[in-house]
Structure formats: structure tokens, C-alpha cells
């Protein structure tokens, strides 16, 4: 489709106060799902980013890898296990996820980012302490190197944001300084309560959270999410996400997104224009 003049304006003008509101403000991003695999949907998710700094904001990307982690594994002759979601981590395990997401997913999206100019930096919630994580127990049996966020220690990534753009992979260190692999909504939440956010937003394999009916929720208020959690509404993949934009909510963080990452150019379409995508959960 192509756009005349006047309707290109129009686009400007209704993103106009949109970039006034989110001038200056921080927004989390947890980058997953289908918009890490397909290389167009990369190259967006790039030039989406670095557009929202360039008009003021502050995004802060964490990132997980959980497919690219399960084939490096197969590929090295092992086999992933899950419990409740979670990956069982062993010692060898937890070498890969280290191996695949800071050396390999990390770069590639700091490398994407910096085409359009030296905006990037990478770092793991192991760098400065930045995730410190407990153990995760679960009733399901014991899952290895696996760690829920017990704090963030945010100055390295406020100091970061002056300049760059952060960029987050979801590893975490113990009181002892052990790494662990750990979930990468939780760390985003956890980050965004840290900092302040104004947003956070998870780009997903789905269109959103839907109700009882199967049908789209365009906003919803924390309580319904919850009920809708508790109820058994919602699918077994959602359920870490809504937890998490809950658990977000609860520490201050006024709006939790949950996005469609297959539609191109995504993020844009959330943040700047009125009829946004996806469900906004807000407190």
C-alpha cells in the first residue's frame, strides 16, 4: 500500500503524543518468540528500537533463547527436560545457555541494533551482579542451575542508558556469585521494576491474552488478569507472562504489554499509534 502525502502526516501526527508522553521514559522490552528466529522480523524489531530511542525513550531489551538452547543441546547429544516449563539446568547445561545466549543471541541483537549506528551494549545478569537469584524450588523435583530473581542491582544498566541501549540476557548469580539460567520474564519485570519503567512489554507467539470466549483483550485491569490466571482461562504459555506482568504491576510498573512479535514492526504500532496491538494490562 502506498501513502500520499497527507495520509503519511496524518501517521506523524497521531504518533505525536505518544512520543510526548514516553519522552525520556524507560520502557523494557522482553524480545522472544518468533521475532528472534525470523530474520525480518529481527531486522524490525531493530530499527523499531533504535527509532524509540532516537525520539527520546530509553529501551531496555532482556532477552531469553529457550528453542536455540534446546537445539544447541541436541546438537551437542543431549536431550532437553522440563519440569512445570522450567529447564531442568545441569552443570553442563548451564554452560550452554551461557554459551548461547551471551555469546551468540546477545551479540547478534547488539549486532543488529549498531548497524544503525554505536547504540548498543550487551551485558548478562551476571555482569556487576546486575540479576542476584536464589535457587528456584519446585514441587515438581529438582531442577538444577535454575534461579528465581531475588533483586537487581540497576546502576550498571542506569549508567548504560546514558549512552547505549542495554541489552539483557537472562542469566543470574547467587549470594556466592554461581550463575544460573533464569526466566526471562521474570527478569524483565524484575528489571522493570528496578528502573522505574513506564512500559514493559513482551513480544510473544500470540496475538495477546484472550478471554473465556477465545476473543481478543484489548485492555485489562490487574484484578480481572488475575481472575482469568486463576481461573485456568489461560494457556499454559501465557501463565509465566501474566505472573510476571502482574508481579511488574504490583512493584509500580503502570502498563504491561503483550504483543503479537510475528506482526512486523510491532512495537511501533503499540506505543505510537491509538489503536495499539495486543493486551495492555494495567494496574
Known sequence: MTLNATEKARILMEALPYIQRYHGRTVVVKYGGAAMDDPALRASFASDIVLMRYVGMNPVIVHGGGPQ??????????????????????????????????????????????????????????????????????????????????????????????????????????????AYNVNADEVAAAVAESLGADKLVYLTNVPGIADERGELIHELPADRAAELQASGALSEGMLPKVSSALAAIKGGVPRVTILDGRQEHALLLEIFTDEGVGTMVRG
Do not use: C, W
Open 69 to 178: 538452547i534446546s537445539a544447541q543441546i541436541r546438537r551437542l547429544g543431549g536431550e532437553p527436560a522440563f519440569v512445570g516449563g522450567y529447564r531442568v539446568t545441569t552443570a553442563e547445561d548451564l554452560e550452554v545457555v551461557r554459551m548461547v545466549l551471551v555469546g551468540t543471541i546477545n551479540k547478534d541483537i547488539v549486532s543488529l541494533i549498531n548497524r544503525h549506528g554505536t547504540l548498543a551494549a550487551g551485558l548478562s545478569g551476571e555482569d556487576g551482579k546486575l540479576v542476584v537469584v536464589r535457587k528456584k524450588q519446585h514441587d515438581g523435583g529438582d531442577l538444577g542451575f535454575v534461579g528465581e530473581v531475588e533483586r537487581i542491582n540497576p546502576p550498571i544498566v542506569s549508567d548504560l542508558l546514558r549512552d547505549f541501549i542495554p541489552v539483557i540476557a537472562s542469566l543470574g548469580v547467587d549470594a556466592m556469585g554461581q
